[in-house]
């Protein structure tokens, strides 16, 4: 079973508007997670990361936390098509020190 | 600031036959590197996390008589894949940093004819 679960697992956004993404782990050994996207053809790169409850936020993207869960949220508000890719949730084990991929919410932004 | 370099890019190879394949981190000290694989429809595969100093860990599936590699030093760590099959095939990433924080390469994709 996949341990880091990610939905939807495509989402289309009119342009302006806001993408909601989540990610949710089963091993309560994570104490980080973090969002990655990757447009096609290319590797992926970090966007956020987040190991405290709350709420992070930069630019037009917003990541939250909740640890009792191990639920993490990624929004991105006023949409742009630059920002339709393939976006990917990572935890990371701190025991392992590894990090654990999700399947990836592939966002499309609709002119 | 921080980069990976990995090399090749691209490459093709016959079933049966090996390739290796290399990555550089640049502008910082990378404690630990990670392969992952990347295959198509399916999501990023850990193959194995080496930490300098310590044992190179591989994921289930993946053996290092299949993928052998090599961190001799903080900056620079390469994978083999041994007779490679048309399974193997995908974007191999390695992504280097510390255990909290990794900084990927573009990738090395490879086709297996």
């Known amino acids: 079973q996949q341990k880091v679960q990610q939905s939807p697992e495509s989402l289309i956004v009119p342009e302006g508007g806001m993408a909601s993404l989540n990610c949710t782990s089963s091993?309560?050994?994570?104490?980080y997670f973090w969002w990655y996207r990757q447009h096609s053809g290319k590797s992926p790169k970090m966007l956020m990361?987040?190991?405290?409850?709350g709420e992070k936020e930069e630019g037009r993207f917003t990541v939250h936390l909740n640890k009792a869960s191990l639920h993490t949220s990624l929004h991105i508000r006023d949409s742009q098509p630059s920002d339709s890719a393939l976006y990917l949730c990572?935890?990371?084990?701190?025991?392992?020190?590894?990090?654990?991929f999700g399947q990836g919410t592939k966002l499309s932004i609709k002119p | 600031g921080a980069l990976v370099y990995q090399y090749p890019r691209r490459t093709i190879c016959k079933s049966g036959t090996s390739m290796r394949m290399e990555c550089q981190a640049v502008?910082?000290?990378?404690?630990?590197v990670a392969w992952y694989r990347q295959s198509p429809q399916k999501t990023f595969e850990l193959i194995a996390l080496?930490?300098?100093?310590?044992?190179?860990?591989?994921e289930q599936n993946f053996t290092q008589e299949k993928f052998p590699i090599s961190h001799p030093n903080l900056s620079f760590s390469s994978m083999t894949v041994l007779n490679a099959y048309l399974e193997d095939r995908g974007l191999y990433l390695c992504?280097?940093?510390?255990?909290?924080?990794?900084?990927f390469g573009p990738g090395t994709r490879l086709t297996v004819l």
């Open positions: 990572a935890a990371s084990d701190y025991n392992q020190g590894k990090l654990i």
């Open positions: 091993d309560r050994n994570v104490d």
């Open positions: 990361s987040i190991f405290s409850n």
């Open positions: 502008g910082f000290q990378a404690t630990s």
């Open positions: 080496s930490t300098v100093n310590s044992a190179i860990k591989y």
């Open positions: 992504g280097a940093g510390t255990l909290y924080e990794q900084y």
